[in-house]
């Protein structure tokens, strides 16, 4: 009998990693071999632990958009909207607080109200009236980008003084570095990477653990293998649009609290670098694979290759793009080639 059970565990095939965990291993590697990189190759600047909480500063209100959008691209969908509601978010936040005598309560309730509002009507379009997500979040964008011209069509700074009091609130961490003078000085993030950090991991681990978050994959997965397990396609892609529109409006006010102004020029092209780290991170357009943790690394590499472009003396904006760019075709190369190996194995079996 034990020699039969040998025989038989012996036939079974072992598990390997699944596309995910793969994809994001190759970014976390990515990301530390950058990081390395510049330490020892740029020096005393990335040697800096403020150097890495700025990261998280420049780029909270990114991560938490990115893991939205995140999130619709596993079921398969994509909301390129985003980057127009935080844009709105800013400044009907702006708004409310110098034009309409607004306070910190109120100008929350702005934000996650406008976010709520698009993520409705956008699910509703793409979940129930079976409409195109890019075309539907294409028309958001347009919608977005054009209120915030109409609500103020002029930058300006907020001057509310408890909104001042909590964008300049800092939050300093037990480790830091020495200064030029020997002194210590105690490395700080904002507010908003405290929020930016708990949504990523809340999402990893409704994503992980929840039937909401299997549900996600299955549906970008195959949605006729979805509804034959039971789930409900619609709902699930619905909560989706819903969940990416309330983080695109929590996302607006970490921008908002960073930035301390309102503009109809603010989060130009976020949508598209939210897209790009979420790709980076391991998340695939055609659905079914991703990572939150991995989008939180594709933000984190986006920034450090802002940083290491700058630091090397290529400032013009064309050289970042391309640097982007190529980022960006390697990850696609690579996703390329592991789901090819993952078909092979697949019909194999």
Sequence with gaps: MAGKGNAESKAMPKRGMTDSNKLLLITIIVFVAMYAGAMIFLGEGFLKVQTFCNLLNNNAALIITACGLSIVMIT??????VGGVVALVSMSCAVNLDYLNGNIFTSIMVALGIGLAFGIVQGFLVAYLDIQPFIVSLAGMFFARGMTTIVHSQPFNVANEAFQ????????????????????????VEIGVVVAI???VILFCVLRWMKLGRSFYAVGGN???ALMLGINVKRT???????????????????????GSGSPSHASGMEMNAIATSIIGGTLLTGGVGNIFGTFLGVLSLGLIQNIVSSIGLDQAWWTGITVAAMLCLFLVIQSVIMAQSRKKKAAV
């Design 76 to 81: 398969g969908g994509i909301d390129i909207s």
């Design 165 to 188: 009091a909590l964008k300049n609130t800092r939050i300093k961490l037990p480790f830091g570095s020495v200064n030029a003078k020997g002194v210590f000085v105690n490395a700080y």
């Design 198 to 200: 708990a949504i990523v």
């Design 223 to 225: 949605q006729q293998s």
């Design 237 to 259: 892609r619905f909560i989706a649009q819903l969940l990416s529109g309330l983080l695109a409006g929590i996302a607006g006010y970490v921008y908002f609290m960073h930035v």
